[in-house]
């Protein structure tokens, strides 16, 4: 394919824009590094709708700037993040807000060495906040690419080598938030519009787009069945907080494999189900009249200010609605 045939797309990508892209979306009408920074951790592994509704707002009045970020117990932003999920973001967020003092640098090369930035939102923040001429690779643009070039074999360098092919460097910022929206709304996961794609023309897989990657093996999540206790005394409950990769940082409730149910002091309060990306729990919630003298105990709504799981949030649930 001979490089005019780029700038074709080129062209067919900036008409496409102006007509249909989001470009109402406020992380695209802002200057803020921070503000751009947010969105962009936001959306890794979150839906726009998502975001946008419930996170992105309320977020931003709780830390307007990335220097309230910084100067807040890491406790805060992990209450502001509550039922977002992937908590890990939320902790890079807080390490990346004081190891830069609230000031994020201006360059891929830099941010790509902070906290929970990799390459992709490295490139994605240096263009969109500091005007830096460099492709990037989410999730949409990743599936673009493996259907426009018909790439069968998922592999990132081979993909980082044809973003750099395709990639409009004289139109970076408009290139990528095109490529990201066309991933979003046109070239989907499930049932692509190819007819109403700018890529169509000279798209290698647009036959059978959905061969392109092949498709991964799933496998059935794991099954991880526990008791979840929640320890009772004097009208407070007893959480502590937890060091684990996945949840570090959030409140919880105790959790046992195995607990003996026939006690007297034990009271049932029902049962959930909470799917993790990696594995599915099943818990049985339990009321425990006892003192533990190595956790903490706060009242209920004490509790509300506290972050939780979601999994620790329904099981709150349970409770609240036994001691109405």
Known sequence: MQKKTYTEIHNNIVSWYQEHGRVTLPWRNTQSAYEIYLSEIMLQQTQVKTVLERFYFPFLERF????????????????????????????????????????????????????????????AVACFAFNESLPILDANVKRILYRFFAIEKRHEKTLWEKAYELFDQNNAYIYNQTLMDIGSMVCTHKNPNCKACPFESHCQGKESPLLYPEKKVKKS??????????????????????????????????????????????????????????????????????????????????????????????????????TK
């Open 64 to 123: 307007p700037t990335f220097n309230d970020v910084a100067n807040a117990p890491v406790d805060d932003v992990l209450k502001a993040w509550e039922g977002l999920g992937y908590y890990t973001r939320a902790r890079n967020l807080h390490k990346t807000a004081q190891a830069t003092q609230g000031q994020l640098p201006n360059s891929a090369e830099a941010l790509e060495k902070l906290a929970g930035i990799g390459k992709s939102t490295a490139h």
């Open 221 to 322: 999540k794991p099954v991880k069945e526990r008791f979840m206790i929640i320890y009772h005394y004097n009208n407070r409950y007893a959480l502590s907080q937890n060091d684990t990769k996945l949840l570090g940082g959030l409140w919880a409730f105790v959790q046992e494999e195995a607990f003996d149910t026939n006690s007297n002091k034990v009271t049932q309060l029902g049962a959930f189900v909470h799917h993790y990306t990696h594995f599915r729990l099943d818990a049985k919630v339990l009321l425990l009249t006892q003192e533990l003298k190595e956790n903490h105990y706060f009242s209920l709504e004490e509790i509300d200010q506290l972050a939780l799981s979601g999994a620790d949030r329904k099981a709150l649930e349970l409770l609240k609605a036994y």
